[in-house]
């Protein structure tokens, strides 16, 4: 199809053809992620649709919809609002920050009538775009000019700062790793990479003066779970029990100790894997795995090629997001990360990260219906 | 502005080189968590799932059924009975605790302190694990409760097991109690039953020594439980295997005779088999009601126990050390005989002069007791005569006499806390005082006073001995569970027939013949007739000029400086099978009330005649073959 002539393109495509050219093969493969987790909300629910896997159904149709609505409206019209919904999902946090609903002993919620938003999910999406939209513009030289350095990095710190805030350090973790990764593949030098890595390295003896008490016990069960194995690092041998317990094929569906006895904290949304680990063994979680791996594997693809510096952006900044989200996930319930409260994508129930990650999905496929549309440098979108 | 420029191309060029470092970075996480995986399943799986089941899977004992203790015709003495009780389990609480307090308060009586203590129970436990509210209810209560139940919410009524003893104080000294577990216990004993909470231990009594064998052996639930500890379900359940019955030799008809006659005084009596040691009653007045100790004593009435002057805690008859007084003149007259005095004769003028001391007879006053000998020295109590006979023999034969008859140390009889009495010696004297044994002091000994002490299961051995002539030990029990007790036939005693046939008569006179002792309280009717002998001890010292101005009148003395009144016997004193001891404390001297307490029992017993009835326990082959055991089972 890149060999078709570059004119054929000028003419947009209809609803049918965007239809025809989403790549169903990855919205199947994510169906088939979701229906995983909805298997494992049905068993550490005791063998019940309710009360966490219909609602997630739900939400995944709705999500469904919203993917392939997002996938069919085009790449340009996504650029041109990218930084309008970034600008509101910061206005969000700010506002989370003033009214919002203390959940958790964090600050994350905000009620818009019957949805609970969580402004720092959709400041994921927002964050790839905007910075997407930025460095669509400048060159590769542009980009590590420290003047024009100094526009993403404020981009990237602003949200990061809010969420950190809230405070939810997984989240802003993923936002600064998101930011980072843009810079990075939109072609960062060296030169400030090297440097400013190792300033990283040399700043967490003060980050860490700064961490919340909760958070620092985090790190430092983590660092030795026995040390409290009944106390906070409870969750991490609990969840390493659980995994380990399934051995290669598992104790069975349903039949996992470790979740339907309530050993696991959190056993529906962040710890949801570990259900999976014990119930399915080494074929299921590293299955699982697998699948995440190729769902990235398309991800990668796209961004490769689409035309548009916009488009592999927003295509490689979505996909490094959503294996962010498996990574700390993982290792997190693994015992290889502290614990921090990131859901395991498409899996853990919960309502806005199933939307985002849905609305991500379809701007992924977006990018892939839309690869072929070239966009000018100093474009600023279609509207 | 160009719309495309060359920099584009060089830009993809970087994105695609940099997703491939990323795409790099990426597959390596992946197969770093996939590593993991293989280190956490394969590799370590069997201990992660060891672990698991070591969460989920936990073991809940099962407390056993106490053994009964029956008596020799199956009376159950101490059983189990169903312990009615209203439990609060605090989550099903519909209004909360307080309000479910307050409902279940109209409907049985609530004590603030059982409020603050259901109370306490709640916050030590789980919201789920379900709290005493009442126990030992009456069945109206328990009733009442059941009928109010459905605006009970939260109440559950339940059926357990508690010990309980039908007999209450009559046999507390036998029986003895079962209470809490207390630290000590814990310290002493790991079975894993003693956590269990609400257990009882026995504490005393036969409920003490034979508790590993009362106790049984716990049974054991294997349960599924969750994070919380809440049961899910049972996996296995493995029953308990109830304690073993424990047979005693006890008749508690007699016993509760016993018990009625001693009435309030403070005083111990053993009724036993003279034939073979069995112990037909066994009691110590006052008692208390183990009833108590299980159910959870007050701190009053355990005041009212420890305060009162009778010692009701103390079981008298083995753990209470008397002066045998003049029911110790019968070993030393055993001695006598032995010892080349069967022939002895003794002039009593009222009193003996040894050195500078002038030792005195009861019959002082009248002039002495006149011609003496031996069997007439023990129908009068004659002291001068067994002064000469203490004399004669010396302190070393007196105790290898009395240690002979088994004086002087425990009989092991089957109850924890028995005193062995005491026979003093010369090493004894030079080690305890640093002074060398005196005269004196072996013709104050040779009457029973002094260092001299005894306790009534050992005066009642005497009896036995002197009824049989030969070496009877007592005991308690038949049979625990289904084991046997083994029991060799008692050997013959080390002194000759004839001492023996002497000092039986001797006790035949001192009861049936005028100027005898015990000769008020004689047994009358036909067949039945008992022999026996009294005796005093002083529990304080009378002084030289009290004697001569008049001893003051026991009646008129405080109770506590009175003397102990005691009597050895058995019966029919032609061919014994029943003997028997009684010490009533500060009894005092001139009424004998401890005789006519004696008279009472010994004639009860024969003519309720337990030995003749068949024993609830089987008969042993030894038992049968030694031709001590009397006619059982008719």
């Known amino acids: ?383 | 502005m160009p719309l495309f420029d060359r920099k584009d191309k060089s830009r993809y060029a970087t994105f695609t080189r940099r997703t491939l470092i990323m795409t790099g970075g990426m597959a390596s996480v992946m197969v770093t968590l996939a590593g993991r995986l293989y280190k956490l399943q394969i590799l370590d799986g069997d201990k992660y799932m060891t672990r698991a089941k070591d969460n989920s899977v936990s073991q809940r004992l099962i407390a056993p059924l106490r053994g009964r203790i029956v008596d020799r015709f199956g009376v159950e003495l101490a059983n189990n009975r169903q312990n009615y009780r209203v439990l609060l389990v605090p989550e099903q609480a519909a209004q909360g605790v307080d309000a479910a307090l307050d409902t279940i308060g109209r409907v049985i009586a609530l004590t603030p302190h059982d409020r603050d203590r259901i109370r306490h129970d709640i916050a030590m436990n789980k919201k789920f694990v379900p709290v005493t509210v009442a126990e030992n209810m009456s069945w109206e209560e328990f009733a009442r409760v059941n009928l109010h139940l459905p605006y009970l919410s939260g109440m559950q009524p339940d059926v357990g097991e508690t010990r309980d003893y039908p007999f209450g104080a009559e046999l507390s000294h036998v029986l003895g109690y079962v209470a809490s577990v207390s630290p000590e216990d814990e310290a002493k004993d790991d079975n894993p039953l003693l956590d269990l909470p609400g257990f009882r231990i026995g504490k005393r009594g036969i409920e003490k020594t034979f508790e590993s064998e009362i106790r049984g052996t716990a049974g054991a639930s294997r349960v599924e439980v969750n994070a919380y500890g809440r049961v899910i379900r049972e996996l296995g359940h493995e029953a308990a295997t109830p304690g073993a019955d424990v047979y005693l030799t006890i008749d508690r008809q007699v016993q509760n005779f016993v018990t009625q006659r001693l009435g309030d005084q403070s005083a111990a009596c053993v009724v036993m088999d003279a034939q073979n040691g069995d112990v037909l009653a066994l009691a110590s007045t006052p008692g208390y009601d183990p009833n108590l100790f299980n159910v959870g004593i007050t701190n009053a009435q355990w005041k009212a126990l420890t305060d009162d002057d009778h010692t009701p805690l103390l079981d008298k008859a083995v753990s209470g050390n008397y002066p045998p007084g003049s029911t110790f003149k019968t070993a030393m007259a055993l001695a006598a005989v032995d010892n080349g005095m069967a022939d002895l004769a003794v002039d009593c003028t009222g009193s003996m002069r040894l050195g500078d001391h002038i030792f005195y007879c009861d019959a002082w006053r009248i002039g002495g007791h006149g011609h003496v000998d031996l069997p007439r020295g023990i129908q009068v109590s004659c002291d001068v005569f067994f002064y000469e006979v203490a004399r004669r023999l010396g302190i070393d034969k007196m105790a290898e006499a009395a240690r002979a008859m088994g004086l002087g140390s425990p009989t092991g009889i089957e109850l924890p806390g028995e005193v062995g009495g005491f026979i003093p010696s010369r090493a004894w004297k030079l080690a305890r005082f640093g002074i060398p044994w005196q005269q004196g002091e072996t013709l104050v000994n040779g009457i029973g006073q002094g260092y001299v002490l005894a306790t009534p299961i050992q005066l009642c051995m005497l009896a036995a001995r002197f009824a049989t002539g030969r070496a009877v030990v007592p005991r308690l029990t038949h049979q625990v569970g289904a084991m046997l007790e083994p029991r060799r036939p008692p050997a013959p005693l080390p002194f000759s027939d004839k001492a023996v046939a002497m000092v039986r008569e001797g006790m035949s006179m001192a009861v049936n013949a005028p100027g005898g002792t015990a000769y008020g309280w004689r047994i009358t009717q036909p067949g039945f007739e008992m022999a026996g002998k009294t005796g005093t001890a002083q529990v304080r010292r009378i002084t030289k000029e009290e004697r001569q101005n008049g001893i003051t009148p026991e009646s008129e003395l405080p109770w506590k400086d009175r003397e102990h009144a005691l009597f050895i016997g058995f019966a029919p004193f032609d061919s014994p099978r029943y003997a028997l001891s009684i010490v009533v404390e500060h009894g005092g001297a001139r009424n004998e009330p401890q005789v006519e307490f004696a008279r009472d029992i010994l004639l009860y017993v024969q003519q309720r005649d337990p030995l003749k009835m068949r024993p609830a326990y089987p008969m042993r082959a030894a038992d049968a073959t030694t031709g001590f055991v009397p006619k059982a089972g008719g």
């Open chain 1, 1 to 383: 199809m890149s060999s078709r002539p570059y004119a054929a393109q000028r003419r947009a495509l209809s609803i049918g053809e965007k239809l025809l050219e989403i790549n169903w093969g990855l919205v199947l493969l994510v169906g088939v992620v979701a229906s995983i987790g909805f298997a494992m909300l049905y068993s550490v629910a005791g063998g019940h649709f309710q009360p966490w896997a219909l609602p997630q159904m739900m939400r995944f149709v709705v999500g469904l919809l919203l993917l392939i609505a997002v996938a069919l409206v085009d790449i340009r019209v996504w650029m041109s609002l990218a930084y309008p919904a970034y600008g509101i999902s910061l206005l969000l946090l700010v506002g989370v920050e003033v009214a919002g609903h203390v959940g958790l002993g964090a600050q994350r919620w905000i009620e818009l009538g019957p949805l609970q938003l969580q402004p720092s999910e959709l400041m994921k999406i927002s964050l790839v775009l905007a910075l997407a939209r930025y460095l669509h513009g400048q060159s590769v030289e542009e980009v590590s000019w420290p003047l024009r350095l100094l526009i993403p990095l404020a981009m990237i710190g602003a949200p990061v700062v809010l969420v950190l805030l809230e405070p939810n350090l997984g989240t802003a973790t993923i936002l600064a790793l998101d930011g980072c990764s843009l810079l990075f593949l939109a072609g960062l030098s060296w030169w400030w990479i090297a440097p400013t890595v190792s300033a990283i390295v040399a700043a967490v003896p003060i980050v860490w003066r700064f961490m919340h008490d909760y958070q620092k016990q985090r790190v430092l069960t983590f660092l030795n779970p026995a040390s409290d194995a009944l106390g906070a690092g409870w969750n991490i041998s609990q969840a390493e029990i659980a995994i380990g317990s399934g051995g290669f094929a598992g104790k069975g569906f349903g039949q996992g100790t470790q979740s339907q006895l309530n050993f696991l904290p959190e056993k529906q949304t962040d710890f949801i894997y570990t259900t999976l680990g014990e119930e399915f063994g080494f074929v299921g979680s590293a299955g699982l795995l697998i699948l995440f791996a190729v769902v990235i594997g398309f991800g990668i693809r796209i961004a490769m090629a689409s035309r548009s510096q916009f488009g592999r952006l927003v295509a490689m900044g979505l996909t490094l997001n959503f294996f962010f989200y498996i990574m700390i996930n993982a290792a997190m319930v693994m015992g290889l990360m502290p614990v921090v409260g990131i859901p395991m994508p498409l899996v853990s129930y919960g309502g806005t990260a199933m939307l985002t990650v849905m609305f991500g999905f379809g701007l992924l496929m977006s990018v892939h219906v839309h690869r072929q549309v070239e966009i000018p440098r100093h474009s600023a979108g279609l509207i």
